[in-house]
């Protein structure tokens, strides 16, 4: 599935080789979407309207997002769904139709900005936070960064201990430890990285 910066999305069902529009009911430009099988999809637009798919893109319904404003999201599975946003994540067990806080304490207060897929774990971070779950967004750990990364650019990791992430100058961090361990890279070949890609815990793609 593939969307741009409006609201026009497209689909592959050969690998690539070819795509078909898909009409969405997005009002405004797409802000994430989330298809976790071949007909359930979920579109989030800037306007803060979820809506959700079960044919392929065929027919959409809107979602209640319960005065939510999400950032992203993210859905392992058909049922299991994730919104990402300013108060932490809110989790669905039951395809969009109801929504609970994930996660205890302090997490749920804490503001996250993306969320990425990590092998079988997912992780959550915002401009200070990272966050990691191994059970589908039920429960959360926060993971630490070095002292001397004061804000999170981007980040991505291949599991729950492998990642990478950039800095406010544009370094490169890594670690392999899910955090307990951070180490700059000193020979990326660029002034600064401005995207990044791990593909597995030993190969990844970084771009200035």
Do not use: C
Not at 7 to 17: H, N
């Amino acid at each position: 599935m593939l969307f741009g910066g409006g609201t026009a999305m497209a689909r592959t069902t050969d690998a690539g080789a070819s795509f078909k529009p898909i009409v969405t009911y997005a009002n405004a430009p797409i802000l994430d979407a989330a298809f976790p099988t071949a007909n359930r999809g979920y579109v989030l637009d800037t306007r803060n309207e979820l809506t959700r798919s079960d044919d392929g893109g065929i027919t959409w319904v809107v979602l209640d997002l319960a005065g939510a404003r999400p950032n992203s999201l993210y859905s392992p599975n058909e049922k299991t769904l994730l919104l990402v946003g300013s108060k932490g994540v809110r989790r669905s067990v039951d395809a969009g139709i109801t929504f609970k806080t994930a996660g205890t304490g302090k997490f749920r207060k804490l503001k996250f900005k993306s969320v990425d897929k990590a092998g079988s774990a997912v992780v959550v971070y915002g401009s200070s936070n990272i966050a990691v779950s191994k059970d589908e967004g039920k429960n959360w750990k926060l993971i630490k960064k070095s002292k001397k990364i004061k804000t999170i650019k981007l980040l991505d990791f291949a599991d729950a201990k492998n990642g990478f992430l950039t800095d406010q100058n544009g370094e490169l961090w890594t670690t392999k430890s899910g955090g307990k361990k951070w180490s700059r890279s000193e020979s990326t070949g660029f002034n600064t990285v401005r995207s990044l890609a791990l593909t597995d815990s030993k190969h990844g793609y970084i771009g200035d």
